[in-house]
């Protein structure tokens, strides 16, 4: 018994204690400055999904950000929402569904080729274990480069060499339809150069599906048009578990959730964006789904729940250290 009592580890005896420890037990740690690997894996039924992360996009946001919003009022929803003035967090995370004979990828994240603090994931798919060559099948949600630009490098190699890849048959009607590109004003130009860059060449490998099709096993399309004309949602069942992969239904939720009817710069057909939400968010609300968000906080799932009569907030789900 060494009789330590609260008075005496106050006291001297205890810094004498301290004083003895060796010098190494005390020794600072170096500042490791960069995170573990960005990936996060759960189940829905007998189907294991993991979450990859692929960056963060700060990106500066302005007056012409939300189209029917007046800008203080975004800028009252950012700060309240503790983001910086005039930056809003922009998160990239693809989601890989693994049924036990399949790994399906949805999503395929910027391929690095959209901002400096995003392309990590490569990296983090070798991290989860996971070599492109065994991925079977893509689906894609829509066309915007942030979604599609991860199917080749910037050097246009191809980076999924075994998968079909699957896109919404009303997104590659719009987006490959010479006339539609030409009606676009110059400055939306690129998107539609970038569709024909990473489709162009590879065309005979793409499958086009329509809405409520079964795409994958237990993996379902559902037309969810308005972010672009094709946009497609993914219902995911597995047993008696079900889940919604909501792709860009809403960018970031702490304006896009909790605002539903604000029309995003991103949106094609605002209007349309903003029904598509409200009903998904409602469904989402009204079934007790899990869901999915492509430009939610990772790992990017959650519940929605209702605040308002149409208004609505993320519950982020909580890290299981097992599944
Ligand atoms: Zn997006």
Same mark, same amino acid.
């Given at each position: 018994?060494?009789?330590?009592?609260?008075?005496?580890?106050?006291?001297?005896?205890?810094?004498?204690?301290?004083?003895?420890?060796?010098?190494?037990?005390?020794?600072?740690?170096?500042?490791?400055?960069?995170?573990?690997?960005?990936?996060?894996?759960?189940?829905?039924?007998?189907?294991?999904?993991?979450?990859?992360?692929?960056?963060?996009?700060?990106?500066?946001?302005?007056?012409?950000?939300?189209?029917?919003?007046?800008?203080?009022?975004?800028?009252?929803?950012?700060?309240?929402?503790?983001?910086?003035? +005039?930056?809003?967090?922009?998160?990239?995370?693809?989601?890989?569904?693994?049924?036990?004979?399949?790994?399906?990828?949805?999503?395929?994240?910027?391929?690095?080729?959209?901002?400096?603090?995003?392309?990590?994931?490569?990296?983090?798919?070798?991290?989860?274990?996971?070599?492109?060559?065994?991925?079977?099948?893509?689906?894609?949600?829509?066309?915007?480069?942030?979604?599609?630009?991860?199917?080749?490098?910037?050097?246009?190699?191809?980076?999924?060499?075994?998968?079909?890849?699957?896109?919404?048959?009303?997104?590659?009607?719009?987006?490959?339809?010479?006339?539609?590109?030409?009606?676009?004003?110059?400055?939306?130009?690129?998107?539609?150069?970038?569709?024909?860059?990473?489709?162009?060449?590879?065309?005979? !490998?793409?499958?086009?599906?329509?809405?409520?099709?079964?795409?994958?096993?237990?993996?379902?399309?559902?037309?969810?048009? +308005?972010?672009?004309?094709?946009?497609?949602?993914?219902?995911?069942?597995?047993?008696?578990?079900?889940?919604?992969?909501?792709?860009?239904?809403?960018?970031?939720?702490?304006?896009?959730?909790?605002?539903?009817?604000?029309?995003?710069?991103?949106?094609?057909?605002?209007?349309?964006?903003?029904?598509?939400?409200?009903?998904?968010?409602?469904?989402?609300?009204?079934? !007790?789904?899990?869901?999915?968000?492509?430009?939610?906080?990772?790992?990017?799932?959650?519940?929605?729940?209702?605040?308002?009569?149409?208004?609505?907030?993320?519950?982020?789900?909580?890290?299981?250290?097992?599944?």
């Amino acid at each position: 018994m060494t009789g330590l009592t609260r008075r005496n580890l106050l006291g001297g005896a205890a810094l004498a204690v301290v004083a003895a420890l060796p010098q190494a037990a005390r020794a600072a740690a170096p500042i490791v400055g960069q995170q573990a690997p960005a990936f996060y894996r759960y189940k829905i039924g007998s189907y294991e999904l993991t979450a990859i992360h692929d960056g963060v996009w700060m990106r500066d946001v302005d007056g012409t950000f939300v189209r029917n919003a007046p800008w203080p009022a975004v800028q009252k929803a950012m700060a309240d929402a503790h983001m910086a003035p +005039g930056k809003l967090a922009i998160p990239f995370t693809t989601l890989l569904v693994n049924t036990g004979s399949k790994l399906i990828l949805i999503d395929t994240a910027t391929g690095g080729q959209l901002a400096a603090t995003a392309g990590a994931f490569g990296a983090n798919l070798a991290a989860a274990g996971i070599d492109p060559k065994q991925i079977d099948t893509i689906l894609i949600s829509h066309f915007h480069p942030d979604h599609i630009n991860g199917i080749k490098t910037k050097d246009n190699a191809v980076v999924f060499p075994n998968a079909e890849i699957k896109v919404p048959a009303a997104e590659w009607a719009y987006w490959m339809d010479d006339a539609n590109m030409g009606k676009t004003p110059e400055v939306a130009r690129p998107a539609w150069l970038n569709v024909r860059r990473i489709f162009g060449d590879i065309a005979a !490998r793409i499958g086009k599906f329509e809405p409520n099709k079964e795409v994958a096993p237990g993996i379902t399309s559902i037309a969810a048009p +308005g972010h672009t004309p094709g946009h497609t949602v993914f219902a995911i069942a597995s047993g008696n578990q079900s889940m919604l992969a909501l792709g860009d239904t809403t960018n970031n939720p702490l304006l896009f959730v909790r605002n539903p009817d604000w029309h995003a710069i991103f949106d094609t057909d605002g209007a349309m964006a903003a029904g598509t939400r409200k009903t998904l968010l409602e469904r989402a609300t009204v079934d !007790r789904m899990l869901v999915q968000g492509y430009h939610f906080p990772f790992p990017a799932s959650g519940h929605i729940i209702k605040t308002g009569a149409q208004t609505y907030d993320l519950v982020p789900a909580m890290w299981q250290p097992s599944l």
